[in-house]
Structure formats: C-alpha cells, structure tokens
C-alpha cells in the first residue's frame, strides 16, 4: 500500500517539515508496506531531493514547467491526482499548513477519498485505516475511522518528529498529461527579505498587552535576534497598531507550530492560544501567577518581563559564546 507526499519546497529548499512528512510517511509505509513515493512541483536542485532519502524516500517524481510555477489549488490537485493513479499509491500525505489545507480538500473531492486533517501520530490501524487528530482548536483529540480505498492527510508539524530510514531515492521524471490550465494569474512577486517569515520559524518570540507600548519591542526583537526566531503578537497587539497584523497569532490570525514558543506579557485567551497550541515547547513570561497562559505553558516564568526578558537575552548570548 504505497504512500505519497507532496513535497512543498521554498525557493527550490525544503523545509524541516518537508522532512517530516517524509518521516511519517515512511511509518506508515511499514506499517501498512509499499513504496514512499515523494511529488515535487517546481525547480528544485537534485541534492535537495535526494537528501529526503534520508527520511526514507524511495522514488521522487519531479514536475517542472512554468504551469506549475506558482500556486493553483486546483493545478496542484490535478497534478497530485495523476501521480496517485502513476504510482498506485493509497494515501497521500500533506503538511498542515496553509497550502495543505488548501490543496488536501480539492484532492480528497477528485479521489473520492476521506480526508484526515490535522493528524498528529501513525495510524492506529490499517484495516480499517483509523487516525488520530486535533478537533476543538487543538483542545482534544478524536480518533477517526477512514473507511474509503483512498484517503488523503494533513499533518500538524512537530507531531511526528524526523526519523531517518536512509534510502537511496530514484529520481524520476513525471510529466503530467491531465493538468489543469492555472485559473490565477501571477504578475508580480514579493518576497519579505532580512526578517524570518512568521509561518516559517522553528523558534517564535510573541509579545501582548503586558509590553505596554510598541516602543517596547525592541528587547523582544533582540531576543528574537539572538535566537533566530521570528516575532509574533497577540490580537490586542495587532488591533492597536503596535505591530503589524502580519504577526497576529492566534484562532482569528496565524495558526503556528514552531518547536519552541516564547509568549511574554501574554494573558493566555482562549483565541490565542488555539492558535499556538500546536507548539511542541512552550515558555510563559508573565508578572500575573494565575494567568491562564501558564496552564498550557510547558515551563513558565513569573516576573517582570521588562527585568526577565533582557536577562534572558544575555542568558542566550552567553550559552552561544561559550
């Protein structure tokens, strides 16, 4: 019962969570047996593809061509369509992010297939094919039966982790017939530069109201700039114009799940932390004991945040010195 991925690559690189899609689709192939067939869409450079043998990848079919440059939910769902019915696969594995969550629905329709959204573990079973999933913003977990011959998955990141069972992929040309014709056009492009995208961060530093003013920020991004991170904020934040909406996180803004999570003058709504929760470490600093953001969080520190977080920044400073 083979299993497909769709590798989304960024700039022709993949990502940490590419790598992890690959991981996972690796269990299940040895759970269920089969072949780990891998799609790449776009220019992507040879070393780059045979580095997702690593993870267990043992064919990797690569589309190229100006069609599929850009995204087109419904040309990548054509494309990934056609690669199932190549490569005999029975599941197709997707990231949970924004793309997956476009592209994984559309597919699932032209399958006939049961869509798993947001799984976070290998199946518990393949006959029947049972999942284990996030329901309730990230609240609880149901275990959901797909009783279909196919079924599409979006996994949440940082839930499986990378588990590397080195292979030495094949490298395939795949030239889809049926594709179809992009309903977007793309005119222009710009990139974000000198600054780590939000969605895209392994480490995030978040700030809320407890920052008192945007002229605050600044130990924040110093913070973030010591650990590589990228800054977010709560909705208040973004509603006052101290920060940019770009950084709202939370259920009405971006949902993340970097590997580490720093919320600091952060109360801890409901809203906001649906959209966090997801993280695989998170760090409370907060001067108020019983906010509720220490019940999620997975360490926590009570204090002034305008003392800790400087603190912290040379605490981090130091650690990278020695």
């Not at 179809?180 to 005119?187: N, S």
């Not at 204090?303 to 400087?310: I, L």
Request: with cysteine; glycine share 10%; net charge neutral.
């Amino acid at each position: 019962m083979s299993v497909l991925v769709f590798a989304e690559n960024w700039d022709g690189k993949f990502k940490k969570i590419t790598h992890e899609l690959v991981s996972y689709a690796s269990g299940i192939a040895e759970l269920t047996g089969g072949v780990v067939n891998v799609l790449s869409i776009g220019k992507v450079e040879e070393d780059e593809l045979t580095g997702l043998g690593r993870f267990g990848a043992e064919k990797i079919w690569k589309v190229e061509g100006d069609e599929v440059a850009f995204l087109d939910n419904r040309v990548f769902a054509s494309v990934l369509a056609e690669a199932v019915e190549k490569t005999g696969s029975r599941t197709v594995v997707l990231a949970h992010n924004n793309t997956g969550k476009a592209v994984a629905p559309c597919l699932s329709a032209r399958l006939k297939a049961a869509l798993g959204a947001s799984v976070v573990a290998l199946p518990e079973s393949h006959n029947p094919f049972v999942v284990k999933k996030k329901v309730f913003n990230g609240n609880a977990f149901a275990r959901v039966a797909l009783n279909t011959e196919m079924r599409v998955l979006t996994l949440m990141q940082n839930s499986y982790g990378l588990h590397e069972r080195e292979k030495q992929p094949e490298i395939l040309d795949f030239v889809p017939g049926k594709a179809e014709k992009p309903a977007i056009r793309v005119e222009e492009v710009r990139k974000q530069t000198g600054k780590i995208l939000l969605a895209d961060a392994d480490i995030v530093v978040s700030g809320g109201r407890g920052m008192k003013g945007p002229e605050n920020w600044t130990m924040l991004e110093e913070l973030a700039g010591v650990l590589n991170a990228a800054t977010a904020c709560s909705r208040p934040v973004s509603d006052e114009g101290w920060r940019p909406h770009s950084e709202h996180t939370g259920q009405t803004g971006k949902i993340i799940a970097p590997s580490l999570y720093i919320a600091v003058g952060i109360s801890g709504a409901i809203q906001h932390v649906a959209g966090v929760r997801g993280s695989k470490y998170i760090v409370a600093i907060n001067k108020d004991p019983d906010a509720p953001i220490f019940e999620v969080a997975d360490y926590g520190i009570v204090g002034d945040a305008f003392k800790v977080v400087p603190e912290f920044t040379r605490a981090v400073e130091e650690v990278k010195k020695s």
